[in-house]
């Protein structure tokens, strides 16, 4: 497969775009090149930085008599749909133990694990032209290409089954006026404990309209096949794409953080590191569940009884027996919690305050901790 890099198309054509045209560089770049065909792959495994170039495609670049497929694998991160809770869709504790990100994409469709075993593609095309099913299909017949006796098919759901049970792809897409792109996930040799562990989330009793993840059976193409690495399915797949669409375009290697190249990339990832996007855009939810409080002397069950929108708790109740803890204190730290964040940093914060204005009373103050930890470790 032929490789080259963007900076250098790019200072091949340098010269043609100091003229003022109100054009982005990346975009007037490949209008030069006059290909209908382009192929990308990223030089960055940063989820912010993927998903903002993604982005950044589909609202500067002219797809109207355009394709462009765009090949990438992250750093391990979990990646939610744009309508999706993720207290509901995945086990954040451990996530944040482990330092892996959260990132919520603009496109919708369900959770995902990436890491560096994890093969992403992005099809981009106009509107007009926008065919899952026959993506799907250049995705196939790239494996099938590699292993010709491999059973790997689409279903209507737009997934990728192995030998018709092990999900090893799976879909998602967002459609713009004019423009529009799917993507796709392909697991090579991608860590299936983590995997699993991250995604089994903790926050028990949300009520929510939000979209949910449906859990599959998952299999790495890597177990089927040792010679299916990541690299050797991507090559795979951008010859697959320029035979079935007739370009013969070489894949083009892009950095997603080069800001003269990409005008306004570095702004649209920290939108998608931000906090009011990943966790603020949430659908409206509430959490009713029962846990455990103990010390050691006793033990009893308390009651928590929240409302969320936009990531900000509207409502809060947390009950306790009144002969484990008065009902002033339990109440009084439930009012202190309305107008914070969801968020176990903020509201660590909150109640640390909260415990510094208790009487001296150390079993009191040991009761109020175990309240206040058992809280927060449900964020």
Same mark, same amino acid.
């Given at each position: 497969?032929?490789?080259? =890099?963007?900076?250098?198309?790019?200072?091949?054509?340098?010269?043609c775009?100091r003229?003022?045209r109100?054009?982005?560089?990346?975009?007037?770049?490949i209008?030069?090149?006059?290909?209908s065909?382009?192929?990308? @792959?990223?030089l960055?495994?940063?989820?912010f930085?993927?998903?903002? *170039?993604?982005?950044?495609?589909?609202?500067?670049?002219?797809?109207?008599?355009?394709?462009?497929l765009?090949l990438?694998?992250?750093?391990?991160?979990v990646?939610?749909g744009?309508?999706q809770?993720p $207290?509901?869709? #995945?086990?954040l504790?451990? %996530?944040?133990?482990?330092?892996?990100?959260?990132a919520?994409?603009?496109?919708?469709g !369900?959770? +995902?694990?990436?890491?560096?075993?994890?093969?992403?593609l992005t099809?981009?095309?106009?509107?007009?032209?926008y065919?899952?099913?026959?993506?799907?299909? &250049?995705?196939?017949?790239?494996?099938k290409g590699?292993?010709?006796?491999m059973? +790997?098919?689409? =279903?209507?759901?737009?997934?990728? *089954?192995?030998? !018709?049970?092990?999900?090893?792809?799976?879909?998602?897409a967002?459609?713009?006026?004019?423009?529009a792109?799917?993507?796709?996930? *392909?697991l090579?040799?991608a860590?299936?404990?983590?995997?699993?562990? &991250?995604?089994?989330?903790?926050c028990?009793?949300?009520?929510?309209?939000? =979209?949910?993840?449906?859990p599959?059976?998952? /299999?790495?193409?890597?177990?089927?096949?040792?010679?299916?690495?990541?690299?050797?399915?991507?090559?795979?797949v951008?010859?697959?794409y320029?035979?079935?669409?007739?370009?013969?375009?070489? +894949?083009? *290697?892009?950095?997603?953080?080069?800001?003269?190249?990409?005008?306004?990339i570095?702004?649209?990832?920290r939108e998608l590191l931000?906090?009011?996007? =990943?966790? !603020?855009?949430?659908?409206?939810?509430?959490?009713?569940?029962?846990?455990?409080?103990?010390?050691?002397?006793?033990?009893?069950?308390?009651?928590?009884? %929240?409302d969320?929108?936009n990531?900000i708790?509207?409502?809060?109740d947390i009950? &306790?027996?009144?002969? $484990?803890?008065?009902?002033?204190?339990?109440?009084?730290?439930?009012l202190?919690?309305?107008? !914070?964040?969801? #968020?176990?940093? /903020?509201?660590?914060?909150?109640?640390?305050?909260?415990?510094?204005t208790?009487?001296?009373? @150390?079993?009191?103050?040991? /009761?109020?901790y175990?309240?206040?930890?058992? +809280?927060?470790?449900?964020?």
């Amino acid at each position: 497969m032929i490789l080259r =890099t963007f900076s250098n198309l790019f200072a091949q054509s340098q010269a043609c775009f100091r003229s003022a045209r109100a054009k982005s560089t990346l975009s007037a770049v490949i209008d030069e090149t006059g290909k209908s065909g382009l192929i990308l @792959k990223s030089l960055s495994t940063d989820i912010f930085e993927n998903l903002a *170039l993604e982005d950044w495609i589909h609202d500067h670049v002219d797809l109207q008599n355009r394709s462009m497929l765009f090949l990438w694998s992250n750093a391990p991160a979990v990646v939610i749909g744009r309508h999706q809770n993720p $207290w509901q869709e #995945c086990n954040l504790q451990a %996530m944040r133990q482990k330092g892996i990100p959260l990132a919520r994409r603009r496109s919708g469709g !369900g959770t +995902v694990f990436h890491d560096l075993g994890n093969v992403n593609l992005t099809f981009f095309t106009s509107k007009k032209n926008y065919d899952r099913h026959r993506n799907l299909q &250049v995705v196939t017949s790239a494996l099938k290409g590699l292993r010709p006796d491999m059973d +790997v098919r689409a =279903t209507e759901r737009f997934d990728i *089954l192995l030998n !018709g049970h092990h999900k090893i792809s799976g879909t998602a897409a967002k459609l713009g006026r004019t423009a529009a792109y799917h993507h796709c996930t *392909l697991l090579c040799s991608a860590d299936r404990a983590l995997l699993s562990e &991250v995604l089994k989330p903790t926050c028990q009793g949300i009520k929510s309209n939000a =979209t949910q993840s449906v859990p599959s059976p998952v /299999k790495n193409l890597l177990d089927e096949d040792p010679t299916l690495d990541c690299d050797t399915i991507m090559d795979s797949v951008a010859s697959q794409y320029n035979t079935e669409f007739g370009f013969s375009s070489p +894949v083009t *290697l892009v950095d997603p953080s080069d800001e003269l190249s990409l005008p306004g990339i570095q702004r649209m990832a920290r939108e998608l590191l931000a906090w009011e996007w =990943t966790f !603020g855009r949430t659908p409206k939810f509430s959490i009713c569940t029962t846990f455990e409080l103990k010390n050691d002397t006793s033990i009893c069950n308390a009651t928590l009884n %929240m409302d969320i929108k936009n990531g900000i708790i509207e409502t809060c109740d947390i009950e &306790v027996p009144s002969d $484990w803890l008065p009902v002033e204190l339990s109440r009084e730290f439930s009012l202190h919690l309305i107008g !914070g964040k969801l #968020c176990p940093y /903020k509201t660590s914060v909150i109640a640390a305050e909260f415990l510094r204005t208790i009487p001296q009373n @150390k079993e009191l103050e040991r /009761k109020m901790y175990n309240l206040c930890r058992r +809280v927060v470790f449900m964020m």
